[in-house]
């Protein structure tokens, strides 16, 4: 056979198409905004002329490397100990995520404990909030005495005081994130552990080994890609948050790296925010490292073959009672109790006063009053916000739905070719957005599609450039969705349609889609709504014409404008629980997968 | 001898007309042009775009951002020549100048019929108003200014109960910083300090300036995100201890709807908090000039200030727009208040910063 013969051969099959495009499409909106990212870490910035000293914009100069690493105290205090809260926080909400998000995803998929239903929706709304709305919850209720102001509910309610570390910093932060983020772990562990075939652990239990040791041996090693795959997202992503340590870590000046970087990125000294933001992703690929080398490893983790599986679930026996009722308790606290401040929070017209006569519709259906927040109507007669809403909506469906299928696409391919260097190579490619931090990610973009470049027009200010970046950002969500959705799927189905001489769209439509369709689905619904609260990959892309939701919502929050803040965040999950109560009763797949049903 | 009757007439019929009347002809192109873009850092630039609106038919685009937001969208957009802004209201003048005015991007637009009003210090570029951020306390308790001087933040009894805005958040909170360096201010707080004291200050930094900023922040200084915010915190009643926060004067208009305690001490020795100017600016690139201009006139004008001249800590440029009663003339202000000063704060203001940053983390 010929070289050319063998190409011609090798480029007819679908998987090597999609790897090839794909290898193309993402190096260009990848790798070149790194380099650029790279570059910019070199150069004089306009804002920088103040403080490189007679310089132009666009000169070459070390003087934000010096800065950053080689001041003394000045870098420690700008770099290294930001550095270390970051590394503190985020290991510490991964820790809480995986463990809450992984308990409860194993009670609901493994074992008979009762409202499964009513759980499996509910744990997943914190993840629906934008995170800081958890935080700003968490100032209602544990606030102390340290801002002044109204008491916190928690004081008002017992006469208990937090202490300071409890309040602000470290430990708040740690735990908002981790809550927020334990959606994540309760999604990709739950998504393997309910589609595990009982017979491994009847099996196990013939042999006489015990729960733990079937918990240790058997399901812990099957879910362990999926808890790799949720540190690493956690951690990529509470490392790149930004708003909830803004909230909760400003009064006691604990500072992060992205506090850092917004300040600097938007301040005077936007190349000092370019290094920190290349350490950020030099640390997420190191994690990534880690991951891929214990998934190399392994052999194998197929869990969803031809044959016939058998999923039976552990009796509770007595416990089951006590646990459902704890494990309703602890999602109403943490999903429904902030949801229920947020809407008595946003009637109230004096804070802290709940009395009946202080509450008001002012901040919903209000005409606005000159008086209090200089004249602005409630949500619900406010052009602006109807406006950012439906430039949310419109995003996210856009972004979801070019994410989505082009994970499920790179998923088929990845898994198809495994082994293969350009598999590989695309693998990483589809992950690596992801360790971009947000807000650098917009601030490139924007550097990069301000003008025209390589034949494309100047994207700044269009649409397209938001659904560009947002599908980009979360293809990882969506390729992760897909790669899991194949892999636990044995390749012996598509043999045998291939042997029929199925065409490949075939394939996919009618096979592999319908059976791993509740992972594909997570493919879109989990880029849906991440756009929907997204804040920082947006918000220096947008203008003002085309702002979305949240960067509106943050601008209430901080102006203080609680209540109409309060009232959005309301809004914002009743519509993603809309859309997916639409979309479940049409498809029968949901947020959570129907983990739970 | 007609001839000077008709221009007799002419000048009295000039007189007669409401200073500040735009032209005819702009008000023709205006509306042609049908729509105006502004970015502003005030928000109640929502209410006079709705008097606007109504007054002349022009519809108006308004965005609130804030300062450092601001000055990156508008650079990015005038740089590459994106339509944004028509025009804007901005403020933080230790970057204005040189990231928006120095290059081109903002064009100074006086209207014809303010050339004679306003004074001319404030023309170029053209203030649209001041604002002020004054040290307010709570005053539930006490009814007497609590503090004297300045350095009186800096002591024990004040730990933990001060409240400032974050000066990452907000460029002019980190221009009054900067300016309390500056020769002229660090000479008053040391002066201050041994009126105060009767001592000299012992320095453990460069000048008065640095020494009293980083007092102030290792005194248990709580940052918040929000001037409104914080004048919630501070002024809500029922709090064990007087509290008081170096915040904008205007949110003291709070008081009765949200039953909050707060009042100002003006007479805080050196300065009792600073005072900033908000400039009002074309865009290089604007598309609707002439909708611009016209909004630019009647913002100037008292009619179109009306949303800011209601309160108090709102002062127009233009003389003869009202100051609240309860209120002083910016006269009144100037002997109290820090002023920014853009030479200065070019030089300087990245040093402060990073001297903040490098005090204020724990």
Sequence with gaps: ?597 | MRKVALFALLAAVLAILPAGAADQALIDAAKKEGKVVVYSITSRIANAAKAFESKYGIKVEAYNLKDGELIEKVSREVAGNIAGADFVICQDSGRVFGQLFAPGYLVNYVPDSMKQVIPAQYQNPLIFQFINKVFIYNNEKVQTPVIRNVWELTEPKWKGLVQFKDPKQEGVNANFLTMLTSPEWSAKLEKAYEEYYGKKLVLTTKNAGYEWIKRFFQNGLILGNSDTTISENVGIKGQPKTTLGLFVYSKTRYEATKNLALAPMPDVKPFAGFMYPAFIMMTKNAKNKNAAKLFIEYLLTPEGFSPWSKDVGSYSSNPNVPIDKDDFPVSYWEPRLVFEDPAYLFENRADVEEFVNTISAK
Excluded at chain 1, 553 to 576: F, H
């Design chain 1, 1 to 597: 056979m010929t070289f050319w013969n063998r190409l011609r051969f090798w480029i007819r099959k679908p998987q090597h198409i999609i790897l090839i495009v794909l290898v193309l499409v993402l190096t260009f909106l990848t790798v070149v905004p790194l380099l650029s990212l790279v570059r910019d870490t070199f150069i004089v910035h306009p804002s920088e002329i103040m403080s490189v000293r007679g310089s132009k914009p666009g000169d070459f100069t070390l003087f934000h490397w010096r800065k950053v690493f080689l001041d003394g105290e000045r870098s420690y205090r700008l770099f290294y100990q930001p550095f270390l809260n970051t590394v503190i926080v985020s290991l510490a909400s991964s820790l809480i995520a995986i463990l809450l998000g992984g308990a409860v995803a194993w009670l609901v998929t493994r074992t008979d404990i009762k409202a499964k239903g009513f759980i499996s929706t509910v744990f997943i709304f914190p993840y629906i909030m934008p995170s800081w709305t958890l935080a700003m919850a968490w100032l209602n209720f544990f606030r102390n005495g340290l801002t002044g102001g109204a008491p916190g509910l928690v004081t008002a309610l017992t006469g208990w005081v937090p202490p300071t570390w409890f309040s602000f910093g470290a430990f708040p932060i740690s735990v908002v994130l981790g809550l927020h983020y334990s959606p994540f772990a309760y999604i990709l562990i739950g998504g393997i552990l309910k589609n595990m075939d009982a017979n491994l652990e009847e099996a196990a239990l013939i042999l006489k080994a015990s729960r733990a040791r079937i918990l240790l041996r058997i399901n812990l090693p099957i879910v362990m890609p999926a808890i790799l795959s949720t540190f690493l997202l956690v951690f990529s992503s509470s490392m790149s948050a930004f708003a909830v340590p803004a909230f909760l870590g400003t009064p006691v000046r604990y500072q992060v790296l992205t506090t850092q970087l917004f300040r600097t990125l938007n301040g005077l000294n936007p190349g000092y925010g370019y290094i920190m933001a290349l350490v950020m992703i030099v640390v997420g690929l190191g994690i990534l490292a880690i991951n891929q080398w214990y998934v190399g490893k392994r052999k194998s983790f197929i869990t969803v073959t031809g044959k016939s599986s058998n999923i039976s679930y552990l009796k509770l026996k007595r416990l089951r009672t006590p646990l459902t009722v704890m494990l309703v308790l602890l999602v109403v606290l943490i999903a429904i109790v902030p949801l229920l401040t947020f809407l008595v929070e946003s009637f109230i017209m004096a804070p802290g006063d709940y009395r009946p006569s202080n509450f008001t519709t002012l901040f919903w259906a209000g005409e606005g009053r000159e008086d209090i927040g200089g004249g602005e109507p409630g949500i619900l007669l406010n052009r602006s916000v109807y406006q950012a809403f439906w430039n949310s909506i419109r995003l996210s469906v856009a972004v979801a739905l070019v994410a989505g299928t082009i994970g499920a696409l790179a998923g088929y391919a990845i898994v198809r070719t495994r082994g293969t260097k350009l598999s590989l190579i695309v693998n990483n490619l589809s992950f690596f957005p992801y360790l971009l931090p947000s807000m650098a990610f917009g601030a490139i973009y924007l550097s990069m599609f301000a003008k025209p470049f390589l034949l494309i027009p100047s994207l700044y200010g269009t649409f397209a450039l938001l659904v560009l970046i947002g599908a980009v950002k979360y293809l990882p969500f969506a390729s992760r969705a897909g790669i899991n959705a194949m892999l636990q799927l044995s390749a012996e189905l598509e043999e045998a349609a291939i042997i029929m001489g199925v065409p490949w769209r075939k394939r996919m439509t009618r096979i592999l889609i319908p059976i791993q369709k509740s992972s594909f689905l997570s493919g879109y619904f989990l880029p849906f709504i991440s756009c929907m609260r997204e804040l920082a990959l947006f918000v220096l892309l947008v203008t003002p014409a085309n702002r979305v939701i949240t960067t509106l919502l943050l601008q209430y929050n901080e102006k203080g404008w609680n209540q109409w803040a309060n009232a959005i965040n309301l809004l914002i999950i009743i519509v993603v629980l809309l859309f997916n109560t639409v979309i479940n009763r049409l498809t029968g797949a949901s947020i959570d997968k129907g983990i739970g049903s």
